[in-house]
């Protein structure tokens, strides 16, 4: 399975509407200064293929992925 498309709103750090395009290209970097948001589109990523976000330990918990702030 390879995603293409990942849509975030409402998800750690990216409070608004926000697209990752990953059609056409074979290898990509997450690069950007700190709290821009490059280990939240890993969380997010994982979170839609596994429906959890493993580095928060408790498997069931979702509370720290969603922003409140919106």
């Known amino acids: 399975m390879r995603p293409t498309r990942l849509e975030l709103a409402g998800f750690g ?4 509407p926000t ?3 990953l ?3 074979e290898l990509f970097a997450l690069v950007g200064p ?3 948001g490059k280990s939240t589109i890993i969380d997010a990523l994982i979170f839609a ?3 959890s976000v493993p580095r ?3 498997r069931r918990l979702v509370a720290p ?5 919106k």
């Open 19 to 21: 697209v990752v395009g």
């Open 65 to 69: 992925v969603i922003n409140q702030g």
């Open 23 to 25: 059609t056409d290209v």
């Open 13 to 16: 750090s990216f409070r608004e």
């Open 34 to 36: 700190t709290g821009a």
């Open 49 to 51: 293929l596994y429906g």
């Open 56 to 58: 928060y330990g408790d």
